[in-house]
């Protein structure tokens, strides 16, 4: 693209943001077109860490396949594996512990938490304000300890297997959850006072990449991003997988669309996901984590689809199977790559400096887009 | 709506469409040449009022290709998924980005991926694959690379 590069006809700078740019958080190219400082056009050019996960996926089977899904959106790496083991569920017809349903509701609001956490710290980064990145990873450390502790990993956890979980929980995980829960209800007040009432970071924020429940919905806008856009789309209240229709919360929507609504949801959803695991965590029924399957599974012929919220918004697997021990075809359907979509509609009229805090409120993570 | 009520209204719109209930959801097959006037009216019908394309994809059947869209309400919540069988050898479509804004992107996704010519689409070009990809498209059963793709 870099032959499109300089000035158009009519005057206008076209200019690259990426793909190696601090703000894109990975490898996202953005070519721009100013009208001054003045945003005309924004055109994403994609595909720098495209792997082919779903090629690769054709070749694996149902037991290994979901190791490849951690990699894709690595924030949500649990909500990633809990779809694509939903959708392997529904298809063999296996009925899962409530042992491990509630484990893993536990486990998906912990990542919800270290996956918001990380985007507070580098939304905020983004637009100039450094001291909140050490603030949210010192909090964040405490759930990736927990995560090493059970799962053995801290980013790519591999811990739900179709029928349930991998492994048993360590014995010290509710201890160590309800000592995060105590710590994490007093600092997410500093957050707020931190930032969230920091009247130049508001002047940042509000009114900037102007979103429409209508676009919202065309686009497909889901997560954090739809929501602030006063679209309910949260799946978990809407089709619920798991525990979710036995624990209370709430849907949090914000119908400003600008990006300090976008700010605000994730912001009131992680006192949200508190509320969950603290309903959860006193409440683990004892009996197995995993559910007796085969060693070798093979999905009836049909097509399965399955959706999930992460923490970026709808992801969907769907799987067309042909009876065999591999998927014939499987699609995910990430949310990042929707909401990206929706950018250059956001970013139109506005101001080159804003659109950094558009991407930082979108939470774009890269590997989720590309897949 | 439940499925018989989306089933008359659906038959009413376009008397020529297929049911496949076997899925999850109402699976209607239509052929490709029906699919723009099908889709406006799916998205303005006020009682169908199928805003959200949640998936858009395309799947190889070495014979066929099938273009799959995920359908969805986000007033009255009912899903359904409309599928239709494409020439293998002369694969076009038409585009739906006007009604959904989501397909631009999707469809993008397609074209490179499957090679569908998606008609009248604003802006079909390489997305994903690198500027000046050249062959087959990676996600056909039949694309072969074997300097990159190791066989399992």
Known sequence: MLEEIGTTTEGDLIINVGPQHPATHGVLHLVITLNGETIKKVEPHLGYIHRSIEKMCESLTYRQFIYVTSRMDYLSAHINNHACALCVEKGMQVEVPERAQVIRVIMDELTRIASHELWWGAMAMDIGAFTPFFHAFREREKINEIMEETCGARLTMNYYVPGGLMADLHPDFQKKVKAFITLFKNKIDEYDELITGNIIFINRMKGVGFLSKEDAVSFGCTGPSGRGSGLSCDIRKLYPYAVYDKVQFDEILETDGDSLARYMVRIREMKQSIRIIEQLIDNIPEGDFQAKTKAVLKLPKGEFYTRVETARGELGVYIVSEGATTPYRIKFRSPGFSNLSALDTMARGGKLGDLVAMMGTLDLVIPDIDR | ?152
């Open chain 2, 1 to 152: 709506m439940n499925n018989e009520e989306l089933k008359t209204k659906i038959t009413e719109l376009l008397p020529s469409a297929i049911f496949d209930e076997t899925g999850e959801w109402l699976n209607i097959n239509i052929e490709p040449t029906d699919w723009l006037t099908f889709a406006g009216k799916l998205r303005n019908e006020d009682s169908l009022f199928l805003d959200y394309l949640f998936c858009l994809t395309c799947i190889d059947f070495k014979t066929h290709l099938t273009m799959v869209y995920h359908l969805s309400s986000t007033k009255f919540r009912h899903n359904i998924v409309i599928k239709s069988k494409l020439d293998f050898n002369n694969p076009e479509i038409e585009s739906v980005s006007h009604i959904w804004k989501t397909a631009i992107f999707h469809e993008r996704e397609v074209y490179e991926m499957f090679g569908v010519n998606f008609l009248n689409h604003p802006d079909l070009r390489l997305l994903i694959l690198p500027d000046g990809w050249e062959g087959k498209n990676p996600m056909l059963k039949n694309f072969e690379d074997p300097v990159n793709m190791i066989k399992l």
